[in-house]
């Protein structure tokens, strides 16, 4: 007796919706490791942080009230960005809709370069440059401050004397945002370049390998792209090219802003993106 042309149908689509389910639950299970590695890896940065916060309030004598006033509310924010990180990670296992909103790159910047400068060693200068009218971005502002401090992180860690961080963020081309963290340190070589972006990869002591990799992760999310300028002696550059915020469709096909401010933003010397 055959069966109806209906319940084939239905047993194929359930068929179908298993070995979807059965494929994502085996990405996840591929991806839970590094993804656990990443968030231990933040929450280190973040605890970093606010040992530096405890370490100014025991020099309160210093502060005036309306300073720590200001210190306590950034070990505040602190606090509440380890439990965005939490909670993205209990959204990993049971996954909702994403949690993206409108980023102002320039506010995010000012909010946080404080913060980041506490991080630095006291013989590095920390300079945070934004233009003017940046477009919007649209990402989770927790992550997009976690790939910033990893930025200023790697490049404090590269210099060993006096030195100077610039963080810089201004237009690219095709409605693009670059966002770039150069640092005077001691740069990398080419074999060092060739893996940076590997998960684990680290030339520290006491590194996890994984700064840059979320900082490359968090680029391609956005559908953008991350490029390293960088000579063994003479410092580093990363640069990050990301998408605007688009308010209106765009007829373009999705990746060719990204051909265009690749192509317009960088001489034809300069290091492939990865």
């Known amino acids: 007796m055959s069966m109806p042309r209906s319940a084939i149908s239905d047993h194929k689509a359930v068929a179908s919706t298993q070995q979807l389910r059965s494929e994502q639950a085996a990405l996840r299970s591929h991806a839970l490791p590094i993804m656990i590695g990443g968030m231990t890896h933040e929450l ?20 005036e009230p309306d300073e720590i006033a200001s210190v306590i509310d950034d070990a505040a924010e602190g606090v509440s960005q380890i439990g965005r990180m939490v909670r993205a990670f209990l959204q990993f296992a049971a996954p909702e809709a994403r949690t993206d909103e409108t980023v102002d790159l320039c506010t995010l910047l000012e909010s946080c370069q404080r913060r980041l400068q506490w991080l630095v060693k006291d013989n590095v200068t920390l300079a945070v440059h934004a233009a003017p009218d940046l477009p919007n971005l ?19 860690s590269a210099i060993a004397e006096r030195g100077l961080i610039v963080i810089a963020a201004k237009r690219a081309a095709a409605d693009g945002i ?19 972006c590997e998960a684990y990869f680290t030339t520290k002591l006491d590194g996890t390998g994984l700064g840059l990799v979320n900082v490359h992760r968090f680029a391609r999310d956005l559908g953008g792209a991350l490029t390293i300028d960088s000579h063994h002696g003479e410092g580093t550059t990363i640069r990050l090219i990301l998408p605007a915020e688009r308010i209106e469709p765009d007829v373009r096909r999705n990746d060719e802003w990204l051909d265009q401010a690749l192509a317009d933003s960088f001489p034809a010397s300069d290091p492939l993106p990865y």
Do not use: F, Y
Not at 140 to 156: K, Q, T
């Open 178 to 196: 670059m966002l770039e963290v150069a640092d005077s340190g001691t740069g990398m070589t080419r074999e060092v370049q060739a893996q940076a």
């Open 44 to 63: 280190r940065n973040r605890v970093q942080l606010l040992t530096s916060t405890i370490d100014i309030l025991k020099s309160a004598t210093r502060l």
């Open 138 to 156: 649209r990402c989770n502002p927790c992550r997009l401050e976690n790939v910033i401090v990893d930025l200023v992180l790697n490049a404090d």
